[in-house]
């Protein structure tokens, strides 16, 4: 039940975000420079560390947001593996 609500989620996720020729978009891709975000979660394989030996190396890491140190500004925080 969980797969498919989180399923269900992505999609409606995917229908809501198109191109910048639908002003009615949801979302709008906004690039580094615009965000000043860079951060990039790289993996690198190898033999040691690949799908095979960690099942979860392209789960990727975790994104959060709030105000954190209460500026009136949004804190973004990455997490990668």
Not at 28 to 57: C, P, R
Request: proline share 0%; charged share 20%; net charge negative.
């Amino acid at each position: 039940m969980r797969r498919l609500a989180a399923l269900a989620l992505l999609v409606l996720c995917i229908a809501t975000c198109t191109g910048d020729d639908n002003e009615d978009a949801l979302f709008k891709l906004l690039s580094a420079e615009e965000t000043g975000v860079t951060f990039t979660n790289t993996i690198t394989t190898s033999d040691s560390l690949n799908v095979q030996t960690d099942v979860y190396v392209y789960n990727g890491g975790g994104v959060a947001t709030g105000d954190i140190d209460n500026d009136g500004l949004v804190d973004i925080f990455f997490s990668g593996k």
